[in-house]
């Protein structure tokens, strides 16, 4: 049984940071490429950055290339993105996918998706 479970989301202010962690249960991340997805309401989904299974990142949305960071922690199974000088515009839900084994910007080409983690960055 596998199963992406999102956490780290809440409400932060303009400026401030986030860890969202992604526990990949019954994966196996030297196997399986993890990506992160946002989706603003009333816009389309859009990649984040992807760790593929080895460890090699793809960061696909400009706009967050130099504040969002992804990496992985074997042992806990576990795929994080810190998110710092986080704006008004990253509000949105984020949500982490697996794919086996290489990584895409397409969210079509994912198979296991997680819920998702409501992440608010306001005044």
């Known amino acids: 049984q596998t199963q992406l479970v999102e956490s780290g989301g809440g409400l932060v202010q303009p400026g401030g940071s986030l860890r969202l962690s992604c526990v990949a249960s019954?994966?196996?991340?030297?196997?399986?490429?993890i990506a992160w997805f946002r989706q603003a309401p009333g816009k389309e989904r859009e990649a984040v950055a992807c760790?593929?299974?080895?460890?090699?990142?793809?960061n696909y949305a400009g706009s967050v290339k130099d504040r969002f960071t992804v990496f992985r922690d074997n042992a806990e199974n576990t795929v994080h993105l810190q998110m710092k000088s986080l704006k008004p515009e990253d509000t949105a839900g984020y949500y982490c996918?697996?794919?086996?084994?290489?990584?895409?910007?397409?969210?079509?080409?994912?198979?296991?998706w997680g819920r998702g983690t409501r992440v608010t960055v306001s005044s």
């Open positions: 760790i593929n299974p080895a460890g090699d990142v793809w």
């Open positions: 019954g994966f196996n991340l030297e196997a399986t490429a």
């Open positions: 996918a697996a794919r086996i084994p290489a990584c895409t910007r397409s969210q079509y080409e994912y198979p296991s």
